[in-house]
């Protein structure tokens, strides 16, 4: 759900704090439709290039700049599913279609620019556009939620499907997601790596914003050491001392990885933290501290240009991902080293024998 724009004012300044940390406190009235009256978008076909965000060949200049390297030296590649950008309350759809303008640039300029980037330097990215559920989905889940969900889990299951049959080619998989993406990676995961071959290629799945239980899968596990591969981590972040005000318990007995040490400390200092990525496209290192607790990762008032316009803000669930944007950078590729040794320690064992 992040809305981060390149700032081109003081003016501008402002409105994206504003945004980027959901000051306003303001309760959504959202219009809607049954779900049966509902017109479904067409399924998008990933044969299309157009239906695609981010292909490898497809960098915008921006995003370029930030993997700073040719693609075809990178070994991993990169699954990443964006958060919910629909989020309009008077919009009575229920799913955005992929054709959508004004959605396709928020998932580009937002998305992609300030969360998927943190994974430009371990892998090739692909991102999937999808027929996203409306955010009022979560909240009405049994008025048509449901059924929003299932044609959006539809489109990332298809065009990862697409992926691994024309693009993947054997290489290790990091997957990346947040908030509703995080929804649907998770399905994704379980129905694609639990258990399977395809976990071998696993480097690691990075799922914030959704409450996660340990047990939620068979056999991919919490990672809980900063080199660790073929298991996940997730988090959600809050400020400091302060809990969700709906659906209380949501988070309790979630994974809480430390998205700055990525260990099982319990409290950093401002020097461990690598980097906040600000709207600015600036980079803000030793800017906060976290806590962990019960489900939830506790982060003091970030260290930012006009902080103090986010002084009242508690949920801290838009910044997930930008937070900590330089330390899932680092820690991607650390994994992604990690995965390669231990393929060429596998074989050279093997080849002893």
């Known amino acids: 759900m992040n809305r981060f724009f390149k700032i081109e004012s003081y003016k501008f300044i402002v409105i994206t704090i504003l945004l980027l940390l959901g000051v306003s406190s303001c309760k959504s009235v959202y219009q809607t439709q049954s779900f049966t009256n509902n017109i479904v978008p067409l399924a998008p076909n990933y044969e299309q290039e157009q239906n695609w965000a981010v292909l490898p060949w497809t960098y915008s200049e921006e995003l370029q700049t930030i993997a700073s390297q040719e693609q075809d030296t990178l070994m991993a590649d990169v699954f990443y599913v964006y958060p919910t950008l629909f989020l309009d309350a008077k919009d009575k759809r229920w799913n955005i279609p992929v054709d959508d303008a004004v959605q396709n640039e928020k998932v580009l300029n937002t998305a992609v620019q300030f969360q998927a980037s943190a994974w430009a330097t371990a892998g090739k990215l692909y991102v999937p556009f999808y027929r996203q559920a409306h955010i009022r989905s979560y909240a009405m889940y049994n008025q048509g939620g449901k059924q929003a969900f299932e044609i959006a ?27 509703q993406g995080t929804t649907h990676t998770r399905r994704l995961l379980k129905e694609f790596f639990d258990g399977t071959d395809l976990q071998k290629q696993l ?113 801290y669930h838009v910044g997930d991902i930008n937070l900590f944007w330089q330390d899932i950078r680092e820690n991607a590729e650390l994994r992604t080293r990690n995965w390669d040794y231990k393929q060429h320690d596998a074989k050279k064992r093997h080849s002893t024998f």
């Not at 992926?163 to 990091?174: A, F, S």
């Open 153 to 179: 889990y539809a489109d990332v299951k298809t065009a990862f499907e697409f992926y691994l049959k024309h693009y993947n080619k054997g290489r290790p998989i990091i997957i990346a997601s947040h908030s």
């Open 203 to 315: 480097i690691a799945a990075y799922i914030p914003g959704m409450g996660i239980q340990s047990n939620e899968f068979a056999t991919i596990k919490p990672m809980t050491t900063p080199d660790e591969i073929a298991g996940f981590v997730s988090w959600n972040t809050y400020k400091k001392n302060t809990y969700p005000k709906k659906d209380k318990n949501w988070f309790k007995g979630s994974v809480t990885s430390n998205p700055v040490t990525w260990d099982t400390k319990k409290a950093t200092v401002r020097d461990q933290h690598k980097g906040f990525l600000f709207s600015n496209g600036k980079l803000y290192d030793k800017a906060l501290t976290i806590t962990i607790t019960d489900g939830l990762v506790w982060t003091s008032l970030p260290h930012f240009p006009l902080r103090l316009f986010a002084i009242f803000k508690k949920n």
